[in-house]
């Protein structure tokens, strides 16, 4: 089995990656990770809370999903723990382009929230639908490794 890339976002969250993927951070002080020939973009962004507060994951994620105008039924939506103090709210769907009639613009999506005390984490993977299986596992993987760091 091959190693696995320890990554540290400062102070926010640390992960882990399979080799052939690459993180890299963004303009929006968050990070991208992909894998060198994938095709999809996984992107996570720290938010701070306020000291000791730790919002829950599933509210944050369907007030997401709201405002992004999906609805998705209580059981679409997977609880995780997140190491020790950590925990966090995965949901999956696919969603079209107006006017798509063969499926050919269905994109497939992986979003969650991650929440520690003091911290919150969203997430999100895209990728063609068509080319969902081929890194969904890896995704899972990357995001179950996650574990946020309480602010200074």
Request: proline content about 7%; some cysteine; charged content about 30%.
């Amino acid at each position: 089995m091959s190693e696995r890339a320890s990554i540290t976002i400062d102070p926010a969250f640390s992960l882990e990656i399979p080799p052939h993927w690459t993180a890299e951070p963004d303009e929006e002080e968050g990070v991208r990770i992909y894998a060198t020939t994938g095709a999809g973009l996984l992107h996570l962004a720290a938010f701070e809370q306020p000291p000791g507060e730790m919002p829950d994951p599933g509210e944050e994620l369907y007030e997401f999903l709201e405002d992004q105008g999906i609805e998705l039924e209580e059981d679409e939506i997977e609880d995780l723990l997140l190491g020790e103090s950590g925990e966090m709210a995965l949901c999956e769907y696919i969603s079209a382009e107006e006017g798509d009639e063969e499926g050919e613009a269905e994109t497939y999506w992986m979003v969650g929230v991650a929440v520690a005390p003091g911290n919150l984490v969203f997430c999100n993977y895209s990728c063609p639908a068509a080319e969902a299986e081929a890194e969904r596992e890896a995704v899972r993987e990357i995001l179950t490794s996650l574990r946020l760091h309480e602010p200074d």
